[in-house]
T-cell receptor, first 114, second 111 residues
Framework: KAGVTQTPRYLIKTRGQQVTLSCSPISGHRSVSWYQQTPGQGLQFLFEYFSETQRNKGNFPGRFSGRQFSNSRSEMNVSTLELGDSALYLC?????????????FGPGTRLLVL | DQQVKQNSPSLSVQEGRISILNCDYTNSMFDYFLWYKKYPAEGPTFLISISSIKDKNEDGRFTVFLNKSAKHLSLHIVPSQPGDSAVYFCAAGGGTYKYIFGTGTRLKVLA
């Protein structure tokens, strides 16, 4: 079974631009979560989608948004990029968002904002 | 407010010895806990999990202990190997709760 895939793997943008990141979950997994990892901050939860609906949301500004498609693939969008948005963005999938379901992570997208 | 804490940012252990990584949480509603290992430029890899109905779970060289009354869990790696050198994250969640991650502990196993 293929793992979680994320595209692109690396991205360089400038302040003010917007970016869209993509995540394909493990086949059969319908829940997708997004995290931001920066040095010293661990993994900060952005949001979780299940059946095309946002189920949970972290404490990030409205510039961060996401969506999920009917095939469970998810995209994350960041508008009006700031230097502080430079981070590793990780996507994780699990069967569904309830119960004791282990999450599995993709390799991440490294975003650099100049 | 950090609900999941890993108070040791780094740990060095001699090869063959035991590595003990600690994690504390504050929310008593958490009922499922996971440990992940992360190498640079890669996503976290799932290691081992434990449900709140257990106090110990073992998988090869990795054992996770859960002390619910103290809201504390620990990961033991025995024996430690150089390939175990990585950043380790604990996560707490379960039910309808999203997973909350700690800030990670960087383990260095010295040959």
């Amino acid at each position: 079974k293929a793992g979680v895939t994320q595209t692109p793997r690396y991205l360089i943008k400038t302040r003010g631009q917007q970016v869209t990141l993509s995540c394909s979950p493990i086949s059969g997994h319908r829940s997708v979560s997004w995290y931001q990892q920066t040095p010293g901050q661990g993994l900060q939860f952005l949001f979780e989608y299940f059946s095309e609906t946002q189920r949970n949301k972290g404490n990030f500004p409205g510039r961060f948004s996401g969506r999920q498609f009917s095939n469970s693939r998810s995209e994350m969008n960041v508008s009006t990029l700031e230097l502080g948005d430079s981070a590793l963005y990780l996507c994780a999938s699990r069967s569904h968002p309830e119960g004791q379901e282990t999450q599995y992570f993709g390799p991440g997208t490294r975003l650099l904002v100049l | 407010d950090q609900q999941v804490k890993q108070n040791s940012p780094s740990l060095s252990v001699q090869e063959g010895r035991i590595s003990i990584l600690n994690c504390d949480y504050t929310n008593s509603m958490f009922d499922y806990f996971l440990w992940y290992k992360k190498y640079p430029a890669e996503g976290p890899t799932f290691l081992i999990s434990i449900s709140s109905i257990k106090d110990k779970n073992e998988d090869g060289r990795f054992t996770v202990f859960l002390n619910k009354s103290a809201k504390h869990l620990s990961l033991h790696i025995v024996p430690s190997q150089p390939g175990d050198s990585a950043v380790y994250f604990c996560a707490a969640g379960g039910g309808t709760y999203k997973y909350i991650f700690g800030t990670g502990t960087r383990l260095k196993v010295l040959a």
